[in-house]
């Protein structure tokens, strides 16, 4: 991936959530290309330790840790853990989620609890358990994701949608509580991004002709398009940023 490099990221202790694959594992290796120190956790053993293997052969510092994030005691142990091998942390990307569709009619509370938890619920916690890193340090900053999937009225995943549109809310009250540390708190949304997932789960050709109708850029957006606006926030580049919802979805709300 071509993209700038910003100086201030070098050694800095970055943490991805849901780094394994997808969106992720493109910010993870962003991240990586700025020589950050780049941890993340993720479910998918798997594709993590390949990702692992692949950027340390390239000499990254690059740290894998498998935790359920819905598992908030588990998800503790890991920002730990990484706090230990790689010191503060001060960059949160809260990129985890699960977009599975499910009728409203269909969704019982133990759904609508585990949907808000894999979607939503990490998203606080995470932040919780890097804020006094950043506080001590002074400085840092966080990205949560969203989504435009509520801002373009779609249907067929409602918990979803409320989760994604909830994102908004956290962001503006990190942002308004931590600015007084220097603390950066900014959300993204993705528009329709061809993943791995995408392609094998939801991608039609119709699908495809309704999204280039829509977008004003008639092309498919890739990881990487997300990833460098990713590591552009977070770097000191985007100090005046904060309290802010940013869209990368080449036009289409």
Known sequence: MAGAIYPD?????????????????????????QKSRVAFIDIQQAPAEALVRDLHEQGADVHFERADLTDIAALRTAVDTVRGRFGPITALVNNAAFDERHATQDVTPEQWDALMAVNLRHQFFAAQAVLPDMTAARGGAIVNFASISWMTG??????????????????????????PFNVRVNAVAPGWIRTERQQRKWITPEGEKR???????????????????????????????????????????
């Open 9 to 33: 990221l070098a050694g800095r202790t970055v943490l991805v959530t849901g780094g394994a694959t997808g969106i992720g594992e493109a910010i993870v290796r962003a991240f990586a290309r």
């Open 154 to 179: 779609m249907g067929g995943m409602a918990v979803y949608t409320a989760a994604k549109s909830a994102v908004l809310g956290l962001t503006r009250s990190l942002a308004r509580d931590y600015g």
């Open 211 to 253: 999204m280039l109708d829509a977008q004003c850029l008639k092309r498919w957006l890739v990881p990487d398009d997300v990833a460098r606006f990713v590591v552009f926030l977070i770097s000191d580049e985007a100090a005046a940023c904060t309290s802010q919802h940013y869209v990368v979805d080449g036009g289409w709300v």
